[in-house]
T-cell receptor, first 115, second 113 residues
Framework: DSGVTQTPKHLITATGQRVTLRCSPR?????VYWYQQSLDQGLQFLIH???????AKGNILERFSAQQFPDLHSELNLSSLELGDSALYFC??????????????FGPGTRLLVL | QKEVEQDPGPLSVPEGAIVSLNCTYS??????FMWYRQYSRKGPELLMY????GNKEDGRFTAQVDKSSKYISLFIRDSQPSDSATYLC?????????????FGTGTRLQVTL
């Protein structure tokens, strides 16, 4: 158990809908990262927040947004969902601002299925 | 062309075999290299972390980096059924705010009795 929690574990929804994925980092970690894992693209970095502020952006669609709250939990909002958004969404956390020396600890993921 | 290429496998080996997992990359700016292990329906967990060319050993695992060839490897000695998982290589640019991990697509390993 990495100490990172994600809810819900599974989510089934329809095209065009909006969902919110939630992540609680390990106690004491200030950074939260979001990744998308699909069969064809593998694990792809979406976005990184550090202590409430956006630090880095990856291949995140405009339909997706994220935020980190004062208690350091984070939410990833996915809107206007398409079939291709079906994937595993992972949250990871690290203790500092995201330097290479920090280990990123991954949560168990949220499996999203868009029908 | 993807920045990081990894043979997807699956790779099936008998218990006790030596396993070699490999990744190549195209961006010479990558300075830090990791190997993650992902069990089915779980999140990835960090196995090995290296930042220089050469070998790093941790128990049955050895990570090898060749920056001149842009090639990294993970060797597993005396493989066990519990090693059956997907192994993902990951890379990161230099220090500072370079927080983005770039992953390979993963190699699925099956160790049979």
């Amino acid at each position: 158990d990495s100490g990172v929690t994600q809810t819900p574990k599974h989510l089934i929804t329809a095209t065009g809908q909006r969902v919110t994925l939630r992540c609680s980092p390990r106690s004491g970690d200030l950074s939260v990262y979001w990744y998308q894992q699909s069969l064809d693209q593998g694990l792809q970095f979406l976005i990184h927040y550090y202590n409430g502020e956006e630090r880095a952006k990856g291949n995140i669609l405009e339909r997706f947004s994220a935020q980190q709250f004062p208690d350091l939990h984070s939410e990833l909002n996915l809107s206007s969902l398409e079939l291709g958004d079906s994937a595993l969404y992972f949250c990871a956390s690290s203790v500092g601002g995201g330097t290479a020396q920090e280990t990123q600890y991954f949560g168990p993921g949220t499996r999203l299925l868009v029908l | 062309q993807k920045e990081v290429e990894q043979d997807p496998g699956p790779l099936s080996v008998p218990e006790g075999a030596i396993v070699s997992l490999n990744c190549t990359y195209s961006n010479s700016a990558f300075q830090y290299f990791m190997w993650y292990r992902q069990y089915s329906r779980k999140g990835p967990e960090l196995l090995m972390y290296t930042y220089s060319s050469g070998n790093k050993e941790d128990g049955r695992f050895t990570a090898q980096v060749d920056k001149s060839s842009k090639y990294i490897s993970l060797f597993i000695r005396d493989s066990q059924p519990s090693d059956s998982a997907t192994y993902l290589c990951a890379m990161m640019l230099g220090t500072g705010t370079a927080s983005k991990l770039t992953f390979g697509t993963g190699t699925r390993l099956q160790v049979t009795l």
